[in-house]
């Protein structure tokens, strides 16, 4: 396995079986590896015996393990483990990312489209943000160290790798102090800061900021706003030359997009965004919809709760920020209507008098019942003296009549001489009203039986009806 002092097939720590060399630079390597417990693909990455030889070497290396394990964004690569081999070579296991980095995309395409370049730097500005807020300095972003890498969904994630330079703005441990106190050029000269190429321990996270303007500008023009021959030809270009305007290599750029951009590699760090959640809110109207989240997340993690600047529109409103007010008389809908009103009291009366409608409405109801019900009982006709029967009986008084189906054929009866009044007495009907005046049926008529065929089918206007609408 080239590059390796480790062979493909070899476990690592008694638990990483080698599958393959993923990079190597000049401080490490970095394998794939199968985690034989947890039956997943991981990278591990390790020193070189070489680099150990190094006094500040592995504390760099544990640093960058402990400022990785710190962050707990999506966007930075997980550590899932750190420890060392045999032999004494420190090593630190991440997630298996699949993908490429930021160099290779650009490699493919050239210039990328702006709002994808906006899209990638917000996403690397959320890591960043909470990198910020534990007080750690990344001090070495560059296109190399900006992975896009897959989610189980397919869309592509940005993940910040390599905090090995790192630096702690907190208190840290007596190694770490010492290694901020060298001098020595840190970090990748394409993309360092002016401040850190003249000492890379007065760094803060300002600096991380102009390497974010620097990767910004070489994403949307395809080159870097600074370029030489060597790293002293390029310190000289970077302190004493201006980058060549955006627009003119590529017209389609938005002024305020330039100006955000430029204001990041302002020379005096003063001139810069003061944090990173002031960048993103710049560039957050020329990203994607999708990417407003990580400003807001940017912001809430450094404890930005109302940020706004002129010219420069903001994103999504923070809820920390602008908590809405509860209105001072909130109106309701329902089957009356609004019941709202400016004054406040105008809802309750409406109701109160709800019940009044409804009683009144019933009793109308009811005295219009009585009235159809005192109709229907307005005494019929008498019957006609060519009739050859009487009409049978009403139902009684006391019950309801309703509609009834087809009568069946009426049978002649002859009513009993129990029943039956005397023959020279007049028949009264019990149903008439009071003080109407009773109607004699003949004794000969009363007691005629009618055919069957014509007490079903009535002629003209002979036929009688009960109060059943039988005929």
Not at 86 to 96: L, T
Not at 437 to 449: D, E, G, L, N, T
């Amino acid at each position: 396995m080239a590059d390796s002092p480790f062979s493909e097939g070899q476990i690592l720590a008694g638990k990483y079986r080698v599958e393959k060399v993923l990079g190597s630079g000049g401080m490490g390597v970095v394998v794939a590896a199968w985690h034989l417990e947890l039956e997943q693909r991981v990278a591990v990455k390790f020193l070189h015996p070489l680099a150990l030889e190094r006094t500040d070497t592995a504390e760099r290396f544990r640093r960058e393990a402990r400022s990785a394990a710190k962050i707990r964004s999506e966007h930075v690569a997980r550590v899932i483990d750190v420890g060392i081999m045999e032999g004494g070579v420190p090593y630190m296991v991440m997630e298996y990312l699949e993908g490429h980095d930021i160099s290779e995309e650009m490699q493919k395409v050239g210039m990328l489209p702006i709002s994808d370049a906006i899209d990638f730097v917000l996403q690397a500005i959320e890591a960043l943000a909470e990198a910020h807020a534990a007080g750690i300095v990344h001090r070495d972003l560059k296109p190399a160290n900006l992975f896009i890498a897959h989610r189980a969904d397919g869309t592509r994630i940005v993940k910040v790798l390599d905090f090995g330079i790192s630096k702690s703005l907190l208190n840290g441990s007596v190694p770490e102090l010492s290694l901020t106190r060298t001098s020595t050029l840190i970090g990748s000269p394409l993309y360092m800061s002016p401040e850190q190429m003249r000492s890379a321990k007065d760094v803060d996270a300002r600096t991380d900021i102009w390497s974010l303007g620097v990767i910004l500008y070489e994403m949307i023009t395809g080159r870097p706003p600074y370029t030489g021959d060597s790293i002293p030809a390029l310190c000289a270009s970077l302190l004493s030359d201006t980058p060549v305007s955006m627009q003119a290599i590529r017209p389609e750029v938005p002024p305020e997009l330039e100006e955000a951009v430029m204001r990041c590699l302002a020379k005096d760090r003063s001139g810069r965004f003061g944090s990173v959640s002031e960048l993103a809110r710049a560039l957050a109207p020329f990203g994607s919809l999708s990417s407003q989240v990580h400003v807001d997340r940017a912001s809430r993690l450094l404890g930005v709760t109302d940020v706004s600047f002129p010219g420069i529109p903001m994103s999504t409103p923070l809820r920390a920020s602008r908590p809405t007010p509860d209105p001072p008389n909130p109106g309701t809908v329902d089957s009356w209507g609004r019941t709202d009103s400016p004054m406040g009291t105008q809802s309750e009366p409406q109701r109160s008098r709800a019940p009044v409608f409804v009683g009144l409405g019933l009793t109308i109801a009811a005295l219009l019942g009585v009235v159809v019900f005192l109709g229907i009982r307005e005494p019929s006709a008498p019957p006609s003296a060519s009739a050859s029967v009487a009409a049978p009986p009403p139902p009684p008084l006391n019950t309801v009549a309703t509609a009834a189906p087809e009568p069946a054929p009426v049978q002649p009866q002859v009513l009993p001489s129990a029943v039956a009044p005397e023959p020279s007495a007049p028949v009264v009907r019990p149903q008439e009203p009071l003080g109407a005046k009773p109607k004699a049926i003949p004794p000969a008529q009363a007691f005629r039986p009618k055919p069957v065929s014509s007490a079903v089918k009535g002629t003209g206007s002979s036929d009688l009806s009960d109060f059943g609408g039988r005929r």
